[in-house]
């Protein structure tokens, strides 16, 4: 029964929130269009009728990606949802699906605190998640990113990690919601997108087990961040532009975590470290050697010193 799914959606939000939504609460949804999001939208707006705002981000990536915003805007229009059109402005660089989804975020975000919207309900379902961990897995990703895929996080909600992608277009299909396909879903020279086509019709990947173990990892990364800032308020220290580390004698995570918050500290601007180039350093300074990392001169040892890297002479 379509109905279902509304039902499901106020559950799974309420323990998302931990009760339920107040009546004068209002709550944001990002719509691309897609059958995910746009049943989102639908399911969300006959759970609480009055209570639903709607926006989309046209990333000016496609020639038709203004359209559907459009489409999206009729529907809107049609049942009484207040509705944006969000525009990047200046174009993307750099990894473009990265560049693309941090600008998303960032208008949405925006948009939700103008409109003093309680919270922010995206569409991923059950097989984005399962995707994005297997993509992580592929990339050596640590327990941070295996665990970033939340539920929740702050005022940012994914009530659908338990919904099907194809369960989400048939409450389109029974509703008569409209949704329009993105080109790019089936794309090859998109990592994610080869993955889904590898992935079609097969069953080997459990939701559920996969969503637990999820929460574990984030329940993982919780007790790191705790440990991390204890640490840090005991024997980090930053001052004219150097951080400075008491004591090496810690896990390789806990370091890698103080290590890429005293790089912080130091160059606010730079790419934060990870992957390879992250625990390559680690080694080094662990032996007490110097390396150069995200624009910082870093010292090893028994204690660590970060400084921002001299600018290059030019000749």
């Known amino acids: 029964m379509p109905d279902a799914l509304n039902e499901r959606l106020r559950a799974e939000t309420e323990r998302l929130i931990g009760r339920?939504?107040?009546p004068d609460?209002?709550?944001a949804i990002a719509v691309s269009g897609g059958p995910d999001s746009m049943a989102l939208l639908a399911a969300a707006n006959a759970a609480w009728p009055?209570?639903?705002e709607a926006a989309t981000v046209d990333h000016g990536l496609r020639?038709?990606?203004r359209a559907e915003a459009e489409m999206v805007a009729r529907w809107c229009a049609k049942h009484g949802v207040p509705h944006r059109i969000l525009t990047i402005e200046g174009g993307l660089s750099g990894n473009l699906q990265a560049a693309a989804r941090a600008a998303r975020y960032r208008l949405l975000d925006g948009w939700r605190g103008e409109r003093g919207l309680a919270w922010l309900m995206t569409a991923h379902q059950a097989d984005d998640q399962i995707e994005t961990?297997?993509?992580?897995?592929n990339r050596g990703a640590g327990v941070g990113g295996l665990a970033s895929v939340r539920a929740r996080r702050g005022a940012l909600l994914r009530p659908l990690l338990g919904e099907r992608r194809a369960t989400l277009r048939a409450y389109c299909a029974a509703q008569g919601v409209?949704?329009?396909?993105?080109?790019?879903?089936?794309?090859?020279?998109f990592d994610r997108a080869r993955l889904r086509q590898a992935l079609a019709g097969s069953d080997l990947v459990d939701p559920a087990g996969l969503a637990r173990s999820v929460a574990a990892l984030a329940e993982a990364d919780r007790a790191l961040a705790w440990m991390t800032d204890r640490i840090a308020a005991d024997s980090l220290t930053v001052d004219s532009g150097t951080a400075r580390l008491g004591t090496a004698d810690l896990p390789p995570e806990i370091l890698r975590r103080l290590l890429v918050r005293m790089i912080a500290a130091v160059n606010p601007e730079a790419e934060k470290p990870r992957g390879p180039s992250l625990d390559q350093?680690?080694?080094q300074l662990l032996a007490g050697k110097m390396v150069a990392l995200a624009d910082c001169t870093v010292t090893g040892g028994a204690a660590w010193t970060v400084r921002r890297a001299p600018p290059r002479k030019l000749r």
């Not at 961990?133 to 897995?137: G, S, V």
């Not at 409209?178 to 020279?189: G, H, K």
């Open 20 to 22: 339920a939504v107040a």
């Open 25 to 27: 609460e209002r709550i």
């Open 50 to 52: 009055g209570q639903v």
């Open 63 to 65: 020639a038709d990606a």
């Open 133 to 137: 961990i297997l993509l992580r897995l």
């Open 178 to 189: 409209p949704f329009i396909d993105d080109p790019s879903n089936v794309d090859e020279r």
């Open 281 to 283: 350093a680690l080694v």
